[in-house]
């Protein structure tokens, strides 16, 4: 009930603490998502890798970025999936009767999404030092880094969190993540945009992925990022606080 809000921090902790107790249970779920993003990281660059070129002499670094955005944008999924088994059930209406914020349930799916996909980014990033990812990178590059990573999964999250809501069925449910996993692959994750035919180089330089991409790779090298940062945060925090107001108004319809 909305009369506590009082104690809406508490009674999310609670819902973040169940969500991720359903998380630990069954591991299968991290290992899933960052499986297939390593995967993609050991075919680029032990099998592609050798004819692709970025102008860089470290295919891994150039390629690593766009790896964990496809490792979140594959996560997200999961939130998605949960959510709507919850709806389902009926956990949700009960959840509804008991005297607690009605949007701390929402609130756990979502911190359980930044947890859970943090977990996968930490260890794709550490496969990555294996293959030979090297950062000149300073403490305060890294934490924009970490932002602009914690922005993005938060924006995708509220995606998620709509599709569980809306989804008629599982397969509904899961298809919604796909465009957004193939998104990457239509920017400068893996090649350069200039080497793309002119109608794709425009739709790659002119979406998201690409400044974010962009501006993680030039604080990740120690380069300067210039107005590519701002572009990626404005994305990060438009699409995010869109999808979130389009979220919370069908949650509260069918609340």
């Known amino acids: 009930m ?3 809000k009082g104690f809406f921090f508490s009674d999310m902790s ?3 603490g169940r ?3 359903h998380i630990m249970r069954s591991m299968d779920t991290i290992i899933t998502v960052t499986l297939m993003p390593i995967a993609f990281m050991l075919l680029f660059v032990y099998v592609f890798g050798g004819a692709i070129q970025t102008g860089t002499g470290n295919y891994v670094n150039y390629l690593l970025p766009g790896i964990l955005l496809i490792a979140i944008a594959s996560g997200i999924s999961y939130t998605a999936y949960r959510l709507f088994l919850d709806m389902q059930r009926g956990i949700f209406e009960r959840f509804h009767s008991m005297p607690i914020a009605r949007s701390a349930a929402l609130w756990g799916h979502v911190l359980t999404s930044l947890v859970s996909n943090a977990i996968s980014v930490a260890i794709i990033i550490l496969v990555a030092f294996l293959m030979g990812f090297r950062s000149s990178a300073g403490v305060g590059a890294w934490l924009a880094v970490v932002g602009i990573l914690v922005l993005f999964t938060l ?3 509220w995606i998620a969190v709509i599709a569980g809501l809306t989804a008629k069925s599982v397969d509904g449910v899961s298809a919604f993540s796909y465009p957004l996993i193939f998104l990457p692959f239509i920017s400068s994750a893996f090649v350069p945009a200039e080497s793309m035919t002119s109608v794709v180089r425009a739709f790659a330089e002119n979406q998201p992925v690409t ?3 962009e501006a993680i790779r030039a604080l990740l090298s120690g380069q ?3 107005n590519e940062i701002w572009i990626a945060l404005l994305w990060c925090v438009g699409i995010m606080l869109v999808a979130y107001a389009w979220a ?3 949650y509260k319809k069918r609340a």
């Open 155 to 157: 924006a995708l999250t």
């Open 2 to 4: 909305e009369a506590t």
């Open 14 to 16: 609670v819902m973040l």
């Open 19 to 21: 969500s991720m107790r």
């Open 211 to 213: 400044s974010i991409v």
């Open 224 to 226: 300067p990022v210039g």
């Open 248 to 250: 919370m108004r069908i």
